[in-house]
């Protein structure tokens, strides 16, 4: 059977998504890796340069990010490097391009754990320009387990109560920062969901009386794949009770009537207003 073709939230066909790797550690037992950070002015031709420079001394170039401050009138780039095959020390690369007209600041680390290189010029971690940081998925699920063998079916009322309140402090902040109809609000935070690796959601139906949406790779429910009799998301429930919540104006039920836990391809949610 073939895999459907991924849709965006507008129903328009998209290319398979590639994931997003966040700069955090390097391995490669034949390379001499070190990190570099590099500041430079957001003008024509500068980060051309730095690249430029990077490639006359044979380094080659691993992992790392790209990003413009907030105020954009500056560039950071960070990254892992090889320098086991270019004529300079890592010293004398920093030197080379602190010289490029432009460039404000580098930085470099040669510190690593039997090879491992783990990026320590970099911090705190910001995701759209707010402090965050991550878990794996397993850990999650993890700590999810250990919540229900403590606290029993109590930690079901914990998890979705965490993600009524998370659910109602984005929606509060989306609607404080943007004008915009209600099922543009909400297409607003599903994309944002899959932009920080939550989920992958679609709306399937809205209306003023509820919305159905379908869920792949929802967190939550991953670490437990075909591992449980009964949907299995709490947390992400919440969350979307704490949107919708406000996106209708009044109180919601929201039912995961699918889950990937209990061997759906899929999690699928109904959410209906009480009235």
């Known amino acids: 059977m073939e895999d459907k073709p991924a849709k965006n939230l ?42 430029k420079t990077l490639y006359e001394r044979r380094v080659k170039l691993f992992s790392g990010f790209h990003t413009v401050s907030r ?23 920093v030197k080379y391009l602190e010289s490029i007209e432009g460039v404000l600041e580098v930085n470099f680390s040669e510190k690593g754990f039997n090879g491992l290189m783990i990026d320590n010029l970099h911090f705190p971690l910001l995701v759209s320009g707010e402090r965050s940081f991550t878990f794996r998925v397993e850990t999650f699920g993890r700590i999810v387990e250990s919540l229900y063998e403590k606290f029993g079916t109590g930690a079901a009322v914990v998890l979705y109560q965490m993600g009524v309140s998370a659910g109602e402090d984005k929606v509060k902040n989306v609607l404080n920062k943007h004008r915009m109809s209600k099922l543009d609000v909400l297409k607003l935070i599903l994309a944002e969901r899959t932009a920080k690796g939550w989920c992958i959601a679609e709306v399937v139906d809205f209306n003023s009386e509820g919305a159905t949406l379908i869920v792949g790779e929802l967190f939550e429910c991953l670490p437990f794949k075909g591992k449980k009799g009964e949907a299995f998301s709490q947390f992400f429930r919440g969350y979307l009770a704490g949107v919708f919540e406000h996106v209708l104006n009044t109180s919601v039920s929201v039912v995961e009537a699918e889950c990937i836990a209990k061997g759906d391809p899929a999690c699928k949610f109904i959410v209906k207003a009480r009235r």
Request: glycine share 6%.
């Open 71 to 93: 105020e954009g009138d500056t560039v950071l780039i960070g990254a892992f490097i090889d320098i086991s095959n270019s004529d300079a020390q890592a010293r004398d690369i």
């Open 10 to 51: 507008s129903g328009e066909k998209i290319e398979r998504l590639n994931p997003k790797e966040v700069l955090c550690t390097e391995q490669h037992p034949d390379a001499e890796l070190i990190e570099i950070s590099v500041k430079m002015r957001k003008t024509p031709g500068v980060f051309t340069n730095v690249v």
